[in-house]
């Protein structure tokens, strides 16, 4: 078989896991794929490398490529995400002090989004001053799922705290150092703000959004359009590596790969927590996170048009975006299920028979249609109640822009 050799750039986050293995167990070999794995310092380089030709592929905040083909960063370049990494991995982490002060006002301990939103909303109006947070990306699933938590708790993104960028792996030490309040970010550093700061968990992706994704294989249109059967050979490889990581037999290995210098460069027992959905929130509190981070499960790979669509919503909704018909067009465009289908056709693999869907009616898990056969998945719940239906794009952004009731 002959062998092509691709750049694919990543940060240090477990969502990258899905990449790590297709390299580490041969799923990318046996497609005739050399990776070479280009580890990152931070989202902007991996969103400047990428438009600039230096990665053929990388891992990518959802959002990240339809930003670039919104016209939206600053080397904007029309760009595809053909494969998902995952559903889940993140959370949103808190300073000790701040942690006491939402504890006073009611906050629980079992990482539910609304009763410590609400908590933290009545810490924010008492506050002596504004609070900040940190998010990794101005275009992050983080950065949305923040500010959608912050906004159905009554607390105004901008105006009643303050949202700062800042890399992964250096939000703990912000913490830390009293530079921010509390952060969002994908695993492991939350669990590392825990063990090295004394910080808390205070909730999680699963929580405000259960079926919500976050990372992506993006690259530029353009490349995808010259070397199709590699996007496919990169979709199986990928496809594989989901249905690895998800076998809890394999979760031990999986940490122990990922916990290597190369990769996350952390302790294997604070990245297999994220794989197991056992997290400890801080202060003793050991929490069991159902479906925490799913990397195959529920579809999780399939990059639902629908999705994009979610995030284009909120780019519109925080006056990243303008919002049109031809913006929603290309937003939607970016994710594309019909090269996962191509992709996975040789392998016979159930895949959704719809590009979209409607997500927050979903309570309990429950079947789809697919081909060749129906699909499992897992419920979808907004924590506020939310439902995000595409068909119903122009009302829903209407209604998030109405002011908290």
Request: aromatic share 8%.
């Amino acid at each position: 078989m002959h062998t092509t050799h691709l750049t694919a750039g990543f940060l240090p986050l477990l969502d990258s896991v899905l990449l790590v293995l297709a390299h580490e167990k041969g799923f990318a070999a046996e497609e005739g794929i050399e990776l070479h794995l280009t580890r990152e310092t931070s989202w902007a380089n991996i969103r400047d490398r990428a438009a600039l030709g230096h990665f053929d592929i990388a891992q990518m905040l959802a959002p990240m490529p339809i930003a670039a083909s919104l016209g939206l960063t600053p080397l904007a370049t029309p760009m595809v995400a053909p494969v998902v990494l995952g559903l889940g991995n993140n959370g949103i982490t808190v300073s000790a002090e701040l942690w006491l002060a939402m504890e006073a006002e009611g906050a629980p301990a079992d990482l539910s989004a609304g009763p410590t939103g609400a908590a933290l909303a009545k810490v924010v109006v008492t506050s002596s001053r504004k609070l900040r947070f940190g998010v990794v990306h101005q275009t992050s699933s983080h950065n949305y799922e923040l500010r959608y938590w912050l906004a159905a708790s009554g607390v105004r993104p901008d105006h009643d705290v303050e949202i700062v960028v800042l890399p992964p792996p250096l939000l703990p030490e912000a913490l830390g150092s009293g530079g921010i309040d509390g952060y969002c970010v994908g695993e492991p550093w939350n669990s590392v703000g825990v063990a090295t700061q004394g910080a808390r968990i205070a909730t999680v992706k699963a929580a405000i959004w259960q079926a919500s994704p976050d990372k992506v294989i993006g690259m530029r249109s353009d490349w995808a359009l010259a070397h199709p059967e590699l996007v496919s050979a990169v979709v199986r490889a990928i496809y594989r590596a989901g249905l690895w990581c998800d076998d809890p037999a394999n979760r031990h290995e999986t940490a122990e790969i990922m916990a290597r210098p190369a990769y996350l460069d952390q302790p294997a027992a604070i990245v297999s927590r994220a794989l197991t959905g056992r997290l400890d929130q801080g202060g003793g509190n050991i929490a069991e996170i159902e479906n925490f981070f799913l990397p195959h499960q529920s579809a999780a790979n399939f990059p639902w048009k629908s999705h994009a669509l979610w995030y284009y919503s909120q780019m519109v909704r925080w006056g990243e975006a303008c919002e049109s018909a031809e913006n929603a067009t290309a937003a939607a465009a970016t994710f594309r299920p019909d090269l996962y289908r191509a992709a996975l056709a040789p392998l016979g693999a159930n895949v959704p028979a719809a590009d979209s869907k409607t997500d927050g009616e979903r309570h309990t898990a429950g079947d789809i249609a697919g081909h060749p056969g129906p699909l499992t998945l897992h419920s979808d719940r907004f924590f506020d109640g939310g439902v995000f239906d595409s068909n119903d794009l122009s009302a829903y952004i209407a209604r998030q822009r109405l002011p908290p009731s």
